[in-house]
C-alpha cells in the first residue's frame, strides 16, 4: 500500500470523497507538509499545481497506506489533468515523522505557474464547477484512460458550466408547473457515448399532473454545453449577415440540400460567458467585429432530447459588401461562407422556406419587431 500526500484541491472533503469513493472518516487524512515546495494556481486555469522553491513549504494532507482501489481513482483523476505521481519525502504535522509518500506533479511545460493558491479561493469560486467536472472524469473511471479523459476535458468542464449555470437561474412559474427536480425519480443512468457530446439514457419516473407518480419510462438525452447565437445587423444599411456550412443532421435526415443558412453561433467555453462568446465566433466564423449585442431570448432548442441551452442575439455592426466572404477556423473543420443581404431578403427566406433553422427564424422575427427602434437609435 502508498502513502499520498495532498496538497491542492483534493484536501476539499466533498472532492476527495468523490474522486477516491471512500468517505473521509475511512480515508483518515492527516496534516502533512512537504519541504522545498509551493503551491500555486496553474496560470489561467481554476487548479493548483506544485513546484520547486528554495526554503518553501507547501502543506496537505496526507493518506497512509491507500488502497490499489483508491490509487487507482486517484492517478485516473489526476492523469485528467496532465499530473503524474512521483515520490518524496514528507513529514506529519502530528508526530513530525518523515515519512515517504507519493505526490501529483505537473507534466513538465503543460502548465505556467501563476501566483500563490488558496484552498479557501479556489472553493469560492471553483468548487461550484468541479463538483460537476470531477462526477464526469471519475464516471469514466475503468471505461476510459486518464489521458483519454484528458482529450474531452474541455468539453467536460463545458458540460459542467452548464450545470452550475442551471443551478444558479431563477426563472419564473407562473404559468407553467412548479413541480422541480425532487418530482423526478431516477432509477437507473448510463452513459453510451462520450465524445463531443454525451449520450446517456435514463429510466425514470416523474409526478403526473394529477399527482399520481407515472410508469417508468427511458429517455434519451444528448448532453451539451451552453451554446450562443448572434446575427449580425447593420441598421444604417438595413442589412443582415447569415452563414452557411455543411450540417450533418439535415444530411442524416435525408435532406437534399445539407448545407443550412443561420445566425453565427458556437458553443459557451467554460469560464466564459454569452456576450464574450458571440464577440469571439463573429470574428472566428466571419471576420465581424460586433459594436454592441440586443439579447433576445435563451431557450432550449429540442428540449425532448437535448439538454443544450441557447442564448441568442443580435450584433450591432457594419456590413459593407465586402463582409460576405469565406471563414471559419481549420483547426475545427469549418468551412462557413457568409452573405450579406437586405433585411427584406433575409424576411422572404422564412416565406420560402430557404430559413429552416429554428434560431434564424426566431432572430430575424425579433429583428422585424425591433427594427425601427434600433433603424432610429442609428439615425434612419
Known amino acids: 500500500m502508498t502513502n499520498v500526500f495532498l496538497y491542492g484541491s483534493l484536501r476539499h472533503p466533498e472532492l476527495l470523497e468523490l474522486v477516491t469513493g471512500e468517505s473521509v472518516s475511512t480515508l483518515a487524512p492527516v496534516l502533512a507538509r512537504l519541504d522545498g515546495y509551493r503551491v500555486v494556481w496553474a496560470k489561467g486555469h481554476g487548479f493548483p499545481l506544485i513546484e520547486a522553491r528554495v526554503g518553501a513549504q507547501s502543506e496537505g494532507v496526507l493518506l497512509r497506506a491507500v488502497s490499489e482501489d483508491v490509487l487507482a481513482r486517484l492517478n485516473h483523476y489526476e492523469l485528467s489533468f496532465g499530473f503524474v505521481p512521483q515520490g518524496v519525502t514528507v513529514q506529519s504535522l502530528t508526530d513530525g515523522a518523515p515519512e515517504a509518500a507519493q505526490v501529483y506533479f505537473p507534466k513538465p511545460d503543460v502548465w505556467q505557474a501563476g501566483s500563490a493558491w488558496s484552498l479557501d479561493d479556489w472553493v469560492r469560486d471553483f468548487w461550484p464547477l468541479t463538483r460537476h ?25 463545458t458540460r459542467a458550466m452548464a450545470n452550475v449555470l442551471a443551478e444558479e437561474e431563477d426563472v419564473p412559474t407562473r404559468l407553467r408547473s412548479d413541480m422541480g427536480r425532487d418530482c423526478v425519480k431516477v432509477t437507473t443512468e448510463v452513459t453510451g457515448h462520450a465524445g463531443y457530446f ?13 399527482g399520481v407518480l407515472s410508469d417508468e419510462m427511458q429517455r434519451e438525452v444528448f448532453i451539451a454545453g451552453e451554446a450562443a447565437t448572434v446575427l449580425p445587423y447593420d441598421p444604417r444599411r438595413d442589412r443582415v449577415l447569415l452563414i452557411e456550412q455543411f450540417r450533418a443532421g439535415p444530411y442524416v435526415r435525408g435532406d437534399k440540400h445539407p448545407w443550412t443558412l443561420e445566425p453565427i453561433a458556437g458553443r459557451i467555453d467554460a469560464f466564459e460567458d454569452a456576450a464574450t462568446a458571440v464577440h469571439r465566433e463573429a470574428d472566428e466564423e466571419a471576420g465581424v467585429t460586433l459594436r454592441s449585442l440586443e439579447p433576445i431570448a435563451r431557450f432550449y432548442a429540442t428540449p425532448g432530447y437535448s439538454s443544450e441551452m441557447l442564448h441568442s442575439f443580435i450584433g450591432i455592426t457594419d456590413l459593407p459588401d465586402s463582409a460576405a466572404g469565406l471563414g471559419g477556423m481549420a483547426d475545427e473543420q469549418e468551412d462557413i461562407r457568409s452573405h450579406v443581404l437586405s433585411f427584406a431578403e433575409a424576411m422572404r427566406l422564412i416565406e420560402t422556406g430557404e430559413a ?7 432572430s430575424l422575427l425579433w429583428l422585424a419587431r425591433e427594427r425601427e427602434r434600433l433603424r432610429a437609435a442609428a439615425g434612419m
Open 198 to 210: 454525451v449520450l446517456k439514457t435514463l429510466h425514470l419516473r416523474h409526478r403526473r399532473f394529477d
Open 133 to 157: 467536472s470531477a462526477r464526469e472524469v471519475m464516471g469514466y473511471f475503468g471505461v476510459l484512460s486518464g489521458e483519454e479523459v484528458a482529450e474531452r476535458f474541455k468539453m467536460i468542464l
Open 356 to 362: 429552416n433553422y429554428g434560431p434564424l427564424i426566431l
